[in-house]
């Protein structure tokens, strides 16, 4: 579980908001000319308010009333003098994608300390940026709704986002983050819309969350520790992802996570380890998933170990990452397809001490089956489909 410090860093953000009313906000964007309206660039109003909070001596909030608010790719950078919360109970709305450029990122946060968002919608409108790619044609790289690089005590609550044009929200080389009760909405079919992805990020919770998107609901990439995720619902998208990991031969491993207590409807995959087919020191261990219901997903378990699109760039076809130490318990509901749980691990590297414990899997209303290639573990309770573990 998260620890007792990280749980008294959070209780200090959210305490006094409590009792804190937009009136008595320190720095509204409207006072630094930000304009309700869609066609009304607000970008260095909101701007100019983060540079008065991030220079306050004292705690300070920043406040974004309701109505609809444009904002550029926008830096919002530390280090500052004292906690922020931003208040929003307005909707933030991109630019044209044209207009965002190549840098990757539309609101990013960058080596800030003891920031907290609450409440508020995201609205990347990335239906014409996911247009341009299906056609064809040249398109820019696409921008991440939020992002947090180089960041610590961080606290996400209430945030709805919707339709970014690639993930949604990134916690990168970050620690202690709280996300709890965060909506994130996207098409099926849209595509590389991660819900979260967390990577090179230690001490990181995710609660309390909906996601909803056309690719990973989580994506958990290198160098990533001590993440606990926990009453997620999750789907349609691609699951809860760990992966890929090992696509470059020197890469830090991930361990530590935990996924309890989540629900995944319609999703690609439940819980998924994902890996490069070809050398590495990456490591995944110490991995726990329990108590999960899975409706009508594809594969419920998976660690696919192979992964080599279009055989290209594998040279081996055999995975370097180490994955050893996995439980999966208490996991029950239904399968779309027959294969209910798949264990494609390496030639080179099998995955070991997988653990699965008290597993319900059917499919159809019938008797599902399970994959194993190279792995080693043990089963405990009743586990159904019958594993070849």
């Known amino acids: 579980m998260p620890s007792l410090l990280f749980t008294f860093i959070i209780s200090l953000f959210l305490t006094p908001f409590i009792f804190t009313t937009p009136s ?36 300070s909030t920043i406040y974004v009333p309701k109505g609809s608010f444009l904002v550029k790719a926008a830096v919002f950078s530390g ?13 933030i709305v991109a630019p044209d994608y044209r207009s965002m450029g190549n840098s990757g990122y539309w609101i990013l946060f ?15 409108k990335g239906a014409a940026y996911w247009a341009c790619r299906r056609s064809g044609k040249s398109c820019p790289v696409g921008a991440r709704s939020i992002t947090f690089n180089w960041a610590s005590n961080i606290v996400v609550s209430g945030l709805t986002s919707i339709n970014s044009q690639l993930s949604h929200v990134v916690i990168n080389s970050c620690k202690n983050v709280a996300v709890r009760n965060v909506k994130i909405i996207a098409p099926d079919q849209s595509p590389n819309t991660d819900g979260i992805h967390v990577q090179g990020s230690t001490g990181v919770t995710i609660t309390g969350s909906t996601i909803g998107t056309g690719d990973d609901c989580i994506s958990i990439g290198p160098g990533t520790r001590n993440l606990w995720m926990e009453h997620i619902k999750c789907g349609p998208g691609h699951g809860i992802s760990i992966g890929s990991l090992g696509k470059d031969k020197k ?23 994902k890996s490069w087919a070809r050398p590495s020191n990456s490591f995944v261990t110490n991995i726990m998933f329990r108590n999960i219901i899975m409706t009508r997903v594809q594969y419920p378990i998976i660690v696919d170990q192979n992964y080599c699109p279009d055989n290209q760039g594998c040279p081996n076809q055999s995975s370097g990452v180490k994955v050893s130490q996995v439980t999966y318990r208490n996991i029950k509901g239904t399968s779309r397809s027959q294969a209910a ?8 590297n099998p995955c070991r001490g997988i653990r699965l414990q008290d ?8 008797a599902a ?14 586990v159904v489909p019958q594993s070849c573990v």
Not at 79 to 91: A, E, F, L, N, Q
Not at 369 to 382: A, D, E, K, L, Q
């Open 24 to 59: 008595n906000a320190a720095y509204n964007v409207v006072s630094f000319g930000a304009k309700s309206g869609a066609q009304t660039d607000s970008t260095q109003a909101f701007l100019k308010a983060w540079a008065a909070a991030c220079r306050s001596a004292t705690a």
């Open 79 to 91: 280090p500052c003098k004292s906690t922020i919360k931003i208040m929003i109970d307005g909707t």
């Open 110 to 124: 960058i080596e800030v300390d003891r920031v907290a968002i609450f409440g508020g919608t995201l609205d990347a």
């Open 251 to 273: 890469e830090d491993g991930v361990q530590n996570v935990t996924v309890a207590n989540s629900v995944f409807i319609g999703s690609d995959n439940g819980v998924r380890i």
């Open 341 to 348: 749980m798949i264990f494609n691990c390496s030639s080179s």
């Open 359 to 366: 597993i319900n899997l059917t499919y159809m209303n019938k």
């Open 369 to 382: 089956t399970s994959t194993c290639r190279n792995v080693h573990g043990t089963r405990s309770g009743v």
